[in-house]
């Protein structure tokens, strides 16, 4: 797993949610919720409690990990609620970002845009009885 962006990301961060923010866009973290499960996270996570971290590389893979479990829906949350990472700076405040992280309320389907005479677009969701205007134009 290729670390650069994640290390450069902890060293120059200077608050939790910055950090959580930059390390779901890394591709160090979307690789690492791609190829193991929330246990396999969660499990890896617990074995990294019990050392000391001794160097940037070995928080930014902790990090990595914990973000990690964001993209593990319902799943993710819960689990991420019962960890406890006495040894990663933050842990408690990227744990709730973690476990509060969006969860999809809805779909919308749309089903046709419409391009008005400015080059703005409306467009109308099916089933529905309301259309999306983005800056409507006034006759």
């Not at 670390?3 to 060293?11: C, H, K, M, N, Q």
């Not at 973290?29 to 996270?41: D, G, T, Y």
């Not at 593990?72 to 990663?88: C, D, S, V």
Request: no cysteine.
């Amino acid at each position: 797993m290729n670390l650069d962006e994640a290390r450069y990301t902890v060293v120059v961060a200077n608050n939790p949610r910055f950090l959580f923010n930059r390390l779901r866009k890394n591709s160090a973290v979307e690789s690492v919720a791609n190829s193991n499960s929330a246990e396999e996270i969660a499990n890896w996570l617990q074995q990294w409690s019990h050392r000391e971290p001794t160097s940037v590389d070995d928080l930014a893979e902790a990090y990595v990990y914990l973000v990690a479990l964001s993209f593990k829906e319902n799943q993710g949350r819960q689990i991420a609620r019962t960890l406890r990472l006495p040894g990663l700076p933050w842990s408690e405040y990227l744990i709730d970002m973690v476990a509060e992280s969006d969860e999809p309320t809805g779909h919308v389907f749309i089903d046709q845009m419409i391009p008005l005479r400015n080059g703005v677009i409306t467009t109308s969701a099916s089933g529905d009885s309301y259309t999306i205007l983005s800056n409507p134009v006034n006759p």
